[in-house]
């Protein structure tokens, strides 16, 4: 299926929102308008789908698909994974991406139009054709939260499940105490290849509770290996006995000059003693030498423990992320 690219450099303007910024009005007539579901994207499909991405990025200061998500636009066919092209005369209008892989939850979605074709009812498009796919039986995630997010959901029958909250500090000064490590705990940086096997293992038993994070495989922690923005030097492995009982690993968000705190995950047998704590500090130090002015994380709402933490060392609230889903 050959796909274009919504708009010429001359006509993709910078204004407006993701999923926020699809219309909520009634999908009107469109001739010409079709939603091909397709379990792996071509080269050209998956440069057309994140030329899309990121002029929607451009417009609306916030990705639409997750870091994870634009992961698996390359690389051909995953498990559980579907793409969803809205096109209207062969031009590419609007993504989907549907995650069929939680043996509990509904399959989740992310989804965006391109700002200069919003208006047009092809959110609404898109949504019904993710509905349709599922047996409405679906979960959705709205970056950013607005509004109009708010309202497409109601309009598909789906209600507010899962907030996500983004964190930010300074990290000028940093004041924070040095880190204090459980006895007999010592730590050191991730060895690419080394460690991948029980650096896996740690993470799936330390988020079991967690369907995206617990769920990582080797071909989930090769492609970010494989990013530019991978530095082990900022991945922290906390051991007991030769043994990996916790990590902290760090991003760095070169253009925007932004640390995170990536992941911190310890295993439940060492959780408890501070261990969380110390290792995001440590991190954050790391972060701190880097010359990087401000830090973020992101954590679940309803986790008022990692919440509380996290405020102690000087996090607040910077935006919220809101996942809708069907009932049934």
């Known amino acids: 299926m050959p796909v274009r690219q919504v708009a010429d450099a001359a006509t993709r303007r910078t204004a407006r929102r993701t999923l926020g910024g699809m219309t909520t009005d009634a999908p009107l007539p469109a001739p010409g308008r079709e939603v091909h579901t397709l379990d792996a994207l071509d080269s050209a499909q998956a440069d057309a789908v994140l030329a899309l991405l990121a002029d929607a990025a451009r417009s609306d200061g916030r990705q639409a698909v997750s870091e994870q998500g634009r992961l698996r636009i390359r690389g051909g066919h995953r498990d559980g994974v579907r793409h969803l092209l809205l096109t209207v005369d062969d031009t590419l209008v609007g993504y989907a991406q549907l995650e069929d892989t939680d043996p509990v939850e509904a399959p989740a979605a992310e989804l965006v139009v391109h700002p200069d074709r919003r208006g047009h009812g092809h959110g609404r498009a898109l949504g019904a054709a993710l509905l349709a796919a599922t ?60 460690d991948d096997a029980a650096w896996l293992a740690v993470n799936r038993a330390a988020f079991a509770h967690h369907p995206e994070q617990g769920s990582l495989t080797q071909q989930d922690l090769d492609d970010r290996k494989a990013e530019p923005w991978f530095d082990p030097k900022g991945f922290f492995l906390a051991e007991r006995d030769g043994e990996i009982v916790g990590f902290h690993w760090t991003k760095v968000h070169a253009e925007e000059r932004i640390g995170e705190v990536y992941v911190v995950g310890v295993l439940p047998e060492a959780q408890g003693g501070g261990l969380g704590k110390a290792l995001t500090s440590i991190g954050l130090h790391h972060l701190a030498a880097e010359t990087l002015p401000t830090a973020m994380l992101y954590v679940d709402a309803d986790n008022t423990a990692a919440v509380t933490v996290y405020e102690r060392m000087g996090f607040t609230t910077h935006e919220v992320d809101l996942m809708y889903r069907t009932e049934s």
């Open 135 to 194: 047996g409405k039986r679906l979960r959705v995630w709205a970056h950013g939260g607005s509004s109009a997010a708010r309202h497409l959901a109601q309009v598909l029958g789906l209600s507010l499940f899962r907030e996500l909250r983004q964190l930010r500090r300074s990290l000028i000064p940093l004041d924070l105490a040095d880190p204090v490590l459980p006895e007999g705990v010592t730590v050191r940086t991730f060895e690419p290849g080394r």
